[in-house]
Antibody, heavy 119, light 107 residues
Framework: QVQLQESGPGLVKPSETLSLICTVSGDSISSFYWSWIRQAPGKGLEWIGYIYYSGSTNYNPSLKSRVTISIDTSKNQFSLKLTSVTAADTAVYYC?????????????WGQGTTVTVSS | DTQMTQSPSSLSASVGDRVTITCRASQSISNYLHWYQHKPGKAPNLLIYAATSLQNGVPSRFSGSGSGTDFILTISSLQPEDFATYYCQQTYSPPWTFGQGTKVEIK
């Protein structure tokens, strides 16, 4: 059974870089798309971007200038970096597997990790 | 960007009620439409993918219909564990977008 687990600092200072890792267990990361999604307090879900196991990426234009998603197949992990963070980046961050067999649904999610941007 | 509009934003219903939630896309998205259930403090859970297909392990009281721009999620008989927020999402074209959510509350 595939499981995803987010990890990283829970507190980031304004203007610094938010860095999170998603560790995939129970299956190889060398297939599928892998995605990051976030939910700010009191708000809905926001798609951040995805990476294909080959390394190709696609980002939400609203964050594109600040986001990098990368993949490490040797560690079965993919990661998120978000630069120049502000309080508006405070959110629960989720990683998810994107099932590309049929219409790209997000069929497995991590439990989420809360990141607060504050000095 | 493809805008996804859900209605209603919230609803109150009783156990046993039939509940329908609609999702409208600002342009045609074929069947690249998925429904998720989200409870506080938990990960979102995929219910329906490709507009009409029931995800493995999801109770059959959940169903989806529609294609193109208009979609519906139906819960045939609401159960206590179904009180949650429901989101539609399109993955037809990036940026992938979610609806604003529909919160289903106990009447």
């Amino acid at each position: 059974q595939v499981q995803l687990q987010e990890s990283g600092p829970g507190l980031v200072k304004p203007s610094e870089t938010l860095s999170l890792i998603c560790t995939v267990s129970g299956d190889s990361i060398s297939s599928f798309y892998w995605s990051w999604i976030r939910q700010a307090p009191g708000k809905g879900l926001e798609w951040i971007g995805y990476i294909y196991y080959s390394g190709s990426t696609n980002y939400n234009p609203s964050l594109k200038s600040r986001v990098t998603i990368s993949i490490d197949t040797s560690k079965n992990q993919f990661s998120l970096k978000l630069t120049s963070v502000t309080a508006a980046d405070t959110a629960v961050y989720y990683c998810a597997r994107v099932n590309d067999y049929d219409s790209l649904s997000m069929d497995v999610w991590g439990q989420g990790t809360t990141v607060t941007v504050s000095s | 960007d493809t805008q996804m509009t859900q209605s209603p934003s919230s609803l109150s219903a009783s156990v046993g009620d039939r509940v329908t939630i609609t999702c409208r896309a600002s342009q045609s998205i074929s069947n690249y439409l998925h429904w998720y259930q989200h409870k506080p403090g938990k990960a979102p859970n995929l219910l329906i993918y490709a507009a009409t297909s029931l995800q493995n392990g999801v109770p059959s009281r959940f169903s989806g219909s529609g294609s193109g721009t208009d979609f519906i999620l139906t819960i045939s008989s609401l159960q206590p564990e179904d009180f949650a927020t429901y989101y539609c999402q399109q993955t037809y074209s990036p940026p992938w977008t979610f609806g604003q959510g529909t919160k289903v509350e106990i009447k």
